[in-house]
């Protein structure tokens, strides 16, 4: 052991009789809030090390919780992420499923209120390629009765007609290829002109004369000229209008959606369809269907012409209904 110096053993005894007293008189001394003075210095000298020694613990364990324990996390995250992603392709294959019910659901419906008309149901099972044409294929051919020029629609209206048939499938011409087209009329004005595709997704009305008034939003539908549609089916709306040189410039929207077909119809007769549709022809043209006696008259047979010389009295036609033969000077 090392010895203390003589002349500094006073000093020590000394300190150490000093810090017994300072001690004792700590230990006597009471606070009324924090008790006896020296537990205050007992726990204020601590707190340091122990705030210090908390800290690093603290640290130690954040530590192994966040880095070494999230191992098992990790691969828990992966596999929720891979359930997440199986539960997504499910949900959008019961959106799709959903989507092609309210679609077939459209086509039943219309099948059904149309049951005198012989039509085919058809799936889209592929197009054209090649953006200058605009074509489609469906999974109806010669065995299911298709023929060329057989007219193909939807339930929103027409979509093309039927250019190439094989045993199986057939080549569907869309009405917005440049070589489509079909007879049509606008429903309000019962102006009568072709429409024809243009290459892009409007269609475009011909030979409207300038004098002629057009409105945006009018309804265009088929006036049964083409013998490959029917009479008023839909084909789209007016879009634009405008002035031109020696007709007027006309754009439609086609009433059916040509850009998402997957379901179509192919008529295989040209018997009108009953559609129901939200514009009517002017009442001039709807008197002999409001007029019972008009229709009685168009039922009833036309009487047989009798021949020159042998009419009776009373059953002339006006001069200005019958048409005049004309006459040769001799």
């Not at 191992?71 to 499923?97: A, C, I």
């Amino acid at each position: 052991m090392v010895g203390v110096p003589s002349r500094h053993k006073s000093l020590f005894l000394l300190g150490a009789m000093i810090l017994v007293q300072v001690m004792m008189l700590a230990y006597q001394i009471r606070r009324d809030s924090q008790g006896r003075l020296l537990r205050v210095w007992t726990v204020g000298a601590i707190s340091p090390f122990e705030r210090a020694g908390s800290y690093g613990i603290g640290g130690v364990k954040d530590t192994w919780v966040h880095y070494f324990a999230l191992q098992n996390t990790s691969r828990d995250n992966e596999q929720l992420r891979h359930e997440n992603d199986v539960l997504k392709l499910q949900v959008m294959q019961l959106q799709s499923r959903v989507s092609e019910a309210e679609r077939l659901e459209r086509l039943l419906n219309f099948r059904e209120a149309q049951q005198q008309v012989p039509m085919l149901g058809a799936r889209v099972i592929g197009a054209s390629a090649d953006s200058a044409t605009r074509t489609i294929y469906i999974d109806r051919g010669e065995h299911d009765g298709v023929r060329r020029n057989m007219g193909v629609i939807t339930p929103d209206g027409i979509v093309g007609k039927v250019i190439e048939s094989f045993a199986n499938t057939s080549q569907v011409l869309l009405i917005t290829d440049k070589e489509g087209g079909a007879g049509a009329m606008l429903a309000d004005s019962r102006i009568q002109s072709p429409v024809g595709g243009t290459g892009e997704p409007l269609l475009e009305m011909k030979y409207v004369a300038n004098d002629d008034e057009v409105k945006v939003g009018e309804l265009a539908v088929t006036s049964g000229m083409d013998r490959i549609f029917p009479r008023d089916l839909p084909v789209g709306k007016v879009s634009e209008v405008r002035p031109g040189n020696p007709f007027k410039w006309i754009r439609l929207q086609p009433a059916a959606n040509l850009e998402r077909l997957e379901e179509v119809i192919v008529l295989t007769t040209l018997q009108p369809l009953d559609l129901k549709k939200d514009t009517v022809a002017p009442d001039a043209n709807r008197t002999a269907i409001d007029d019972p006696a008009a229709q009685i008259k168009a039922a009833s047979p036309a009487p047989p012409a009798s021949r020159p010389g042998t009419q009776k009295p009373g059953s002339e036609k006006p001069a200005a209904d019958k048409p005049k033969a004309p006459t040769a000077n001799r």
